[in-house]
């Protein structure tokens, strides 16, 4: 799993020395593995749980909390808090909106092109017709 971003890892464990280990560890597992689903993180972690949109990691003996979003289909691992098992407790993590609107992409047949889609606010315009009016093609002079 490509795992975004180790960085908030070295921050937890700047002011919490005891997690530095179970969580470079941890890193180690988790960078050298390819979960496609839920399971396959369980079959790797027990403890793990699917809260929401996000998967706790218990890290450390039950000491230390990892919450991260997966997007398995592009092996994608989002951390987005590591905590103490008594801050993880407040639930103040449980505010993050990160990934709550997650849809999975639809893959073709061959798997390698993607539809397009409209951002909100765009259309996916002809390209005789560039700035989405609905103008048609221009026409030469007559």
């Given at each position: 799993?490509?795992?975004?971003?180790?960085?908030?890892?070295?921050?937890?464990?700047?002011?919490?020395?005891?997690?530095?280990a179970?969580?470079?560890?941890?890193?180690?597992?988790?960078?050298?593995?390819?979960?496609?689903?839920?399971?396959?993180?369980?079959?790797?972690?027990?403890?793990?749980?699917?809260?929401?949109?996000?998967?706790?990691?218990?890290?450390?003996?039950?000491?230390?909390?990892?919450?991260?979003?997966?997007?398995?289909?592009?092996?994608?691992?989002?951390?987005?808090?590591?905590?103490?098992?008594?801050?993880?407790?407040k639930?103040?993590?449980?505010?993050?909106?990160?990934?709550?609107?997650?849809?999975?992409?639809?893959?073709?047949?061959?798997?390698?092109?993607?539809?397009?889609?409209?951002?909100?606010?765009?259309?996916?315009?002809?390209?005789?017709?560039?700035?989405?009016?609905?103008?048609?093609?221009?026409?030469?002079?007559?």
């Amino acid at each position: 799993m490509h795992i975004i971003s180790k960085k908030r890892l070295r921050n937890f464990w700047e002011n919490h020395p005891r997690a530095k280990a179970p969580l470079e560890e941890w890193h180690q597992v988790v960078r050298k593995v390819k979960w496609s689903k839920f399971a396959d993180v369980r079959a790797t972690y027990r403890s793990a749980d699917p809260v929401n949109q996000f998967v706790v990691f218990d890290i450390g003996g039950n000491k230390f909390r990892l919450i991260a979003f997966i997007d398995y289909e592009f092996g994608k691992l989002f951390v987005r808090s590591v905590l103490t098992h008594k801050d993880y407790e407040k639930g103040n993590w449980k505010k993050d909106e990160f990934g709550k609107d997650f849809q999975p992409r639809r893959k073709k047949n061959d798997g390698n092109q993607r539809r397009k889609v409209p951002r909100p606010g765009t259309s996916l315009s002809p390209p005789s017709d560039p700035l989405g009016k609905g103008l048609g093609p221009r026409r030469q002079g007559n």
